[in-house]
């Protein structure tokens, strides 16, 4: 367990976690989630937060082999549908403990896949599911494309205990280098981030791509911070050689050794709030949120506010949702 900063009068405790998923296991990842659940709750959270595809765990085979029949089918079946038990199981365990969760996960609707969240209050219910916009690279082998509804990331929860809500976002992986994607959660008045990862190794140096290393993502989620003046909970998960077993990926250019975790929190300003845990290290990170950092932070520069200009710069958006045409009596 790693510890934030003395907390302030009108902090928000939050948790996120370090920890590596039951690979291709719906049923133990489920278990698992609610044990993380809640030991977040004991600790004193508000809020709970998991890495991307953190239930059945990220495909990291595609990365080596985008063809895997045998494999993605099990990857298949182990994926979670938003109508299930296994969800409904997750928001009772929220539900139980007083704790409002934020999911990654392998949405599995109609048997085809997508890179979804969650977003669960307190009292159980299921405030938000969304779907990443766009699969990055070869998760294209396994994922489809999010619709208009996605956009709508941002919801309020209640986290204080009181009349006022606190809004809570949530994005994906590479969702983080979307200028378009970033200014419409920026114009939902977020206040608190959750950036959603997968196990991610140091750069390892030459003339690998420095953006997809450990410091390449932390600087994504930092900038987000400073962009938005709102809180960030950078959450990865961690491979040891038990997922590099299960996902062959020994040879691969990534996944390939017991590391990846890099969990931290990012204060509005971009500053690091957390203690580091070692990458291969399972654990929770707990920080205590000064919400007033963000008037501080938005005081100085607010790019939806006082700082931008809507007159010469804006945003078009399109969120409508395009679905088959399901016959009647179907």
């Known amino acids: 367990m790693a510890e934030a900063t003395t907390p302030a009068a009108s902090s928000i405790r939050v948790a996120v976690t370090q920890a590596e998923p039951v690979w291709l296991d719906l049923k133990g990842t489920v278990e698992k989630t609610c044990r993380l659940i809640a ?11 998991f ?6 765990g990220y495909p990291c085979w595609i990365w080596i ?13 182990n994926s979670l549908r938003v109508d299930s038990p296994e969800m409904r199981q997750i928001c ?3 539900a139980e403990h007083s704790i409002a969760v934020v999911l990654g996960f392998s949405e599995n609707m109609n048997i085809s896949l997508y890179i979804a ?7 159980g219910t299921l405030e938000m599911t969304r779907r990443k916009l766009k699969a990055t690279h070869l998760e294209r082998t396994v994922f489809g494309d999010a619709g208009g509804s996605s956009l709508s990331n941002v919801v309020g929860l209640d986290l204080q205990q009181t009349e ?20 419409h959660t920026y114009l939902q008045n977020e206040e608190i981030h959750v950036a959603a990862w997968p196990p991610v190794d140091p750069h390892p140096g030459g003339d690998a791509l420095w953006g997809i290393g450990r410091e390449g993502v932390q600087n994504l989620s930092q900038t987000y911070a400073v962009e938005s003046a709102a809180f960030v909970l950078h959450c990865t998960a961690v491979i040891t050689q038990t997922g590099v077993d299960a ?4 040879g691969c250019p990534m996944f390939n050794r017991p590391g990846g975790g890099s969990s931290a929190v990012f204060a509005p300003d971009g500053r690091r709030l957390t203690e580091r845990l070692p990458d291969s290290e399972e654990g929770i990170i707990y920080a205590d949120l000064d919400m007033d950092l963000i008037l501080k932070a938005k005081c100085f520069v607010d790019c939806c506010g006082h700082y931008s200009r809507p007159d010469l710069l804006w945003l078009g958006v399109d969120d ?5 045409r399901v016959p009647a009596g179907t």
Do not use: N
């Not at 409508?320 to 088959?324: G, Q, T, V, Y």
């Open 92 to 94: 009772a365990c929220a």
């Open 51 to 56: 890495p991307e595809c953190w239930i059945p």
């Open 164 to 183: 006022v809500k606190v809004k809570v976002g949530a994005l994906s992986c590479w969702e983080h280098i979307q200028p378009l994607l970033k200014y």
């Open 65 to 77: 082999r985008s063809v895997d029949f045998t494999t993605m089918t099990r990857y298949l079946k």
């Open 39 to 49: 030991e977040a709750a004991a600790g004193g959270a508000k809020l709970v937060v």
């Open 117 to 123: 969240q969650a977003t669960i209050s307190a009292t």
């Open 320 to 324: 409508r949702e395009r679905a088959h």
């Open 247 to 250: 996902m062959q990926t020994a």
